[in-house]
């Protein structure tokens, strides 16, 4: 199975943007459906975007997921940041469609995005 290596993440301004990055080794990278998530402190994990195309409603029009297959990676563009967004930023792979995170097993170790009002 892959391993996930997640990059990225920093400090910036409300209204910034980041790239992040989620770099697979030792799988076939193309065959796993990839999610991005995020955990602020005391919540829950949550979705955030899909590799088939489903974006959480908070982020909608703001991020924007993609996969480069040649390169094993897999990306979350994100504009626009506000405050709300600051959080630990994981990327996940499976075999299936779902949003939840309790159902993947495969995990990057996750990169911090602060912004600041």
């Known amino acids: 199975q892959v391993q996930l290596v997640c990059s990225g993440g920093g400090l910036v301004q409300a209204g910034g943007s980041l790239r992040l990055s989620c770099a697979a080794s030792?799988?076939?990278?193309?065959?796993?459906?990839m999610v991005w998530f995020r955990q602020a402190p005391g919540k829950e994990r949550e979705f955030v975007a899909t590799?088939?195309?489903v974006y959480a409603d908070s982020v909608k029009g703001r991020f924007t997921i993609s996969r480069d297959n040649a390169k094993n990676t897999v990306y979350l563009q994100m504009k626009n940041l506000k405050p709300e967004d600051t959080a630990l930023y994981y990327c996940?792979?499976?075999?299936?469609?779902?949003?939840?995170?309790?159902?993947?097993?495969?995990w990057g170790q996750g990169t911090q995005v602060t912004v600041s009002s």
């Open positions: 030792g799988g076939t990278f193309s065959s796993y459906n």
């Open positions: 996940a792979a499976g075999f299936t469609y779902t949003t939840n995170w309790k159902s993947y097993t495969i």
């Open positions: 590799s088939w195309g």
